[in-house]
């Protein structure tokens, strides 16, 4: 079967199924109900992809998709498919492949900064009003003006802080700063806080040449990163990571016009998570970069139970579609199972309808972009075992991986630079010093008017300066500093 070009995905009763890999960017969607095989295809794909050459990047969220680091096993029901789809070549082997985990415990630590998060995708990500939406730029503007560096969570928490002290110094330059708008963005900040963004936020960032890279024979990189407790503890969490890295390759990535094959794959599993959770502005953004993105050479493919878990803008976007079976249980389910019959091209050989509720494990739906990037007509196909171990590494063996990979060490141990946090205390600080030094000097001159004779009663209020400073001491702890970058969508959603 590797006589044909493209990616093998299963085959026909009479021959194999191919997708042609120059249309591989146009994104795709794999659906299908819990247990009929949807993990076993994307683990096909993303090995079909390695071996041409592509790196793939995939969440794994039941830990499942961890296996396509080492060689799998014989098992007689993957004996009989190579056997039914006559594939002569077939070898159990390893995939090339890095873990990455945004908490750093199951993967090497992948990381961003607020700077490189931007106003625009935070305000998203919050839920932020227009009002809040212009203070949290406002912040970024301040920060860059004053040149302090916004790093994590204490950084952006000190600068709104600093800013409600100064709102009045600060309204000519920058307009009106409302302390209960700063109070309602601080609470927001807190919840994100305490859902594990202080894990993702933070130095040192990765590097995308990292994730976009092939093995010593050519074969491409599988990146997986384990969210199997972030989607469900942390799904906004999920969804600001997804922008945020689709963001980055759309900044980043160069335009590659009608390539042989993609850049770069993504797959993102359990996708129903993302969007049920996801904000409408943040959708909205989901949906703008996804049809951008092709023109990079990415290619982004959602895996979920239902083509209606996913919105119907990004959904029309999608060119490939790999429907497992569904159950119609209740007149619910019957609409979704005609719903997806009717959004493959009819093929008048397949009842489409009928047959969905009546495939196997491992047998699909199928249809891909021809050459002129029209939709085939529907196919049944069976779906190509992988080569790799179905199922997951143990925790002994996903270690091993982890200590041998060639990232080891970069991204473990967070480094400390200073950044507004660091600033924004010396600052106080140094200011409390002159005020306590001025306020000794005027006590002692009090001191010298009485032993003259002269009696001034001393006020015990704080000024408005004293208490402003105090404040701001107390709030200002240390942290993480790196330099701003404004490059991430700023030239893709507007000014910067």
């Not at 000190?158 to 601080?186: C, F, R, T």
């Not at 143990?394 to 200590?403: L, P, V």
Request: glycine share 8%; with cysteine.
């Amino acid at each position: 079967m590797n006589d044909y070009p493209g990616l093998v995905i299963g085959g026909t009763t009479n021959s194999p199924f191919i997708m042609d890999a120059k249309m591989a960017n146009r994104h795709g969607l794999i659906a299908g109900a819990t247990g009929t095989g949807k993990t076993i295809t994307l683990q096909n794909m993303a090995e079909g992809f390695s071996r041409i050459g592509v790196p793939v990047f995939l969440t794994d969220v039941k830990g499942d998709l961890s296996g396509i680091a080492t060689q799998g096993k014989a098992h007689p029901k993957i004996d009989a498919r190579v056997k039914q789809l006559a594939i002569e070549d077939f070898q159990f082997r390893a995939t090339p492949t890095v873990f990455w985990d945004l908490m750093g415990k199951k993967g090497h630590n992948l990381r961003t900064t607020i700077s490189d998060m931007g106003p625009l995708l935070l305000s998203s990500l919050l839920e932020l009003n227009d009002t809040q939406t212009g203070i949290l730029y406002a912040c970024f503007k301040i920060a860059d003006d004053n040149g302090m560096l916004l790093l994590d969570f204490n950084d952006l928490r000190s600068m709104l802080s600093w800013m409600a002290n100064n709102a009045k110094e600060l309204k000519v330059d920058y307009g009106n700063i409302s302390s209960s708008s700063i109070g309602a963005i601080q609470r927001k900040l807190l919840i994100l806080d305490e859902q594990g963004a202080q894990h993702f936020f933070n130095e040192p960032a990765v590097q995308l040449e990292d994730l976009i890279k092939k093995d010593f024979s050519g074969n491409g990189l599988v990146n997986v990163l384990d969210v199997s407790k972030l989607i469900h503890q942390s799904p906004k969490l999920y969804a600001c990571f997804l922008i945020w890295l689709l963001a980055e390759l759309f900044e980043n990535l160069p335009e590659v016009g009608d390539a042989d094959k993609p850049t770069f794959v993504l797959f993102f599993d359990e996708a129903h998570l993302i969007f049920d959770s996801a904000p409408n502005a943040l959708i909205n953004k989901i949906e703008q970069v996804v049809r951008l993105i092709r023109s990079k050479g990415v290619g982004i493919y959602f895996i979920s139970q239902s083509p209606m878990d996913i919105p119907e803008d990004i959904l029309g976007q999608l060119g490939m579609k790999i429907q497992h079976a569904l159950r119609a249980f209740t007149p619910k389910d019957k609409k979704v199972v005609r719903a997806a019959a009717q959004s493959f091209r009819p093929n008048p050989l397949i009842n489409t309808e009928q047959l969905i509720t009546e495939l196997g494990v491992g047998e699909a739906l199928v249809s891909v972009l021809d050459a002129d990037g029209r939709p085939t007509p529907v196919e049944h196909v069976y779906i190509k075992p992988p080569e790799s171990r179905i199922g997951p590494l143990t925790a002994k063996e996903r270690k091993q991986h982890i200590d041998n990979s060639p990232y080891k060490g970069r991204y473990e141990n967070i480094i400390n630079r200073e950044s507004a946090h660091e600033l924004l205390k010396e600052k106080a600080l140094k200011r409390a010093e002159e005020q306590e030094k001025t306020a000794k000097q005027a006590a002692q001159k009090k001191t010298n008017k009485r032993k003259k004779g002269t009696t001034t009663r001393r006020s015990s209020r704080q000024t408005p300066m004293e208490a402003m400073i105090k404040s701001a001491a107390r709030s200002i702890g240390n942290q993480l500093g790196r330099k701003i970058l404004r490059g991430i969508l700023g030239s893709l959603f507007g000014g910067r």
